[in-house]
């Protein structure tokens, strides 16, 4: 089993900036990735990054060059990915959900929200 706990969301102008971190724990002996998705209200949930195992990154068009996401490994019970968003625009607005892929498993956590003022 795998445990997941979100926080850093919040209300930011704007331009301004956030952190986003999940903590992952439990069985991660063998995570394929991790990734931070988001869902708008009336709209479908989407891809923000992941991170591969091997380091790989991928980002959503939308935050290329202003959403940076990071992973800390510390043993095989604990992980964090983390998201930096820098110049955060009104339609980031969202709630942002952390995602943990172990051995073909997808483990969601409850999410956090973001909210952009402009």
């Known amino acids: 089993q795998v445990q997941l706990v979100e926080s850093g969301g919040g209300l930011v102008q704007a331009g301004g900036s956030l952190r986003l971190s999940c903590a992952a724990s439990?069985?991660?002996?063998?995570?394929?990735?991790m990734g931070w998705y988001r869902q708008a209200p009336g709209k479908q949930r989407e891809l923000v990054a992941s991170?591969?195992?091997?380091?790989?990154?991928?980002?959503?068009d939308s935050v290329k060059g202003r959403f940076t996401i990071s992973r800390i490994s510390r043993d095989g019970a604990k992980d964090t990915v983390d998201l930096q968003m820098n110049s955060l625009k009104p339609e980031d607005t969202a709630v942002y959900y952390c995602?943990?892929?172990?051995?073909?498993?997808?483990?969601w956590g409850k999410g956090t929200l973001v909210t952009v003022s402009s």
């Open positions: 995602l943990v892929k172990v051995l073909g498993n997808n483990y």
């Open positions: 439990g069985s991660l002996f063998s995570i394929n990735a």
């Open positions: 991170i591969t195992s091997g380091t790989a990154t991928n980002y959503a």
